[in-house]
């Protein structure tokens, strides 16, 4: 067994950029049920073994996911590390825009909160 990339060397923005791909999102999807080789992810999209293969790579690049060598195939599992990255932070962007909207609900005077309030209905 040989691991190839571990998901702590991931990045949020190599993440990011790496799910935002529909196809590389769906074996990331494949994977959080459970560790697939490239066959049997192939089974599940509407895309050549080939083309998976490239996206495993680009999701392992991202330390997204990791592979393991069972004789000739390529067993690949996501790596936890990297999502939970990816996740907080989602988390920290979230907790940025909700300080940001009570900043400007704040100093927004009362009339004004009321007149946007009754114009949203």
């Known amino acids: 067994m040989v691991t190839k990339r571990s998901g702590a060397q991931a990045t949020a923005s190599g993440g990011f950029a790496a799910l935002s ?8 999807r494949l994977l959080v049920q459970r560790e697939r080789s490239v066959g049997e992810i192939a089974e599940q999209l509407p895309v050549s073994r080939p083309a998976v293969s490239k996206h495993l790579r ?28 990816l996740r907080d932070e989602l988390d920290t962007m979230w907790r940025q825009a909700l300080a940001r909207f009570a900043l400007v609900a704040r100093n927004t005077p009362p009339a004004l909160r009321r007149r946007a309030t009754k114009e949203k209905r």
Not at 21 to 28: H, M, N
Not at 72 to 82: K, L, N, Q, S, W
């Open 21 to 28: 791909d529909p196809t590389r999102e769906r074996i990331v």
């Open 58 to 85: 680009l999701l392992q690049d991202a330390g997204i996911v990791s592979a393991r060598s069972e004789g000739t195939r390529h067993v690949y599992t996501i790596e936890p590390a990297a999502l939970q990255a």
